[in-house]
């Protein structure tokens, strides 16, 4: 339910100021608003740019947006550490599962196993250590 003008304007406040600046505040106001609405258009503005006063909206974006990076760097590691595990898991799986020669066994490595990842995740376009291939799904 959607709170009435009259209930969001509780406080009253009484402010002295010069006659250029009120004839200012008119001229801004123009015929169409009243000279309250642009002094409360005016506060509103400035409270919500100070980043230091809790609940602003400059200070929830502020905290917001750290909280974003702090989940992306987080998001980021629990990723490589899970791709580093499945290259291993990969890696004695092949090894254990499939019989072939030594020179073979070697290219079964976690790294190489990874390196080949990498190398076909590039040729399907996606961006890949920091990078960007040229227009693929993994580009921004």
């Known amino acids: 339910m959607a709170k009435s003008q009259d209930a969001l304007k509780q406080r009253r406040v009484n ?9 200012n505040l008119r001229r801004l106001a123009g015929n ?15 409270l919500d740019t100070k980043a230091e006063i809790t609940g602003s909206r400059r200070y929830f974006t502020g905290r917001f947006r750290d909280e974003v990076r702090a989940l992306r760097r987080e998001l980021s590691w629990h990723q490589t550490l ?26 079964f490595t976690p ?11 590039v040729e399907m376009g996606w961006w890949v250590r920091g990078g960007c291939t040229t227009t693929g799904p993994g580009c921004r």
């Not at 169409?32 to 400035?46: K, N």
């Not at 790294?111 to 995740?121: G, P, Q, T, V």
């Open 15 to 23: 402010v002295r100021m010069t006659g250029a600046m009120y004839a």
């Open 32 to 46: 169409d608003r009243g000279i309250a609405t642009v002094i409360r258009e005016a506060i509103r503005q400035y």
């Open 82 to 107: 899970n791709t580093i595990l499945l290259s291993e898991m990969f890696s004695l799986l092949i090894l254990n599962t499939v019989e072939m020669d030594e020179k073979t066994e070697e290219m």
């Open 111 to 121: 790294s190489n196993i990874l390196k080949i990842a990498e190398e076909r995740m």
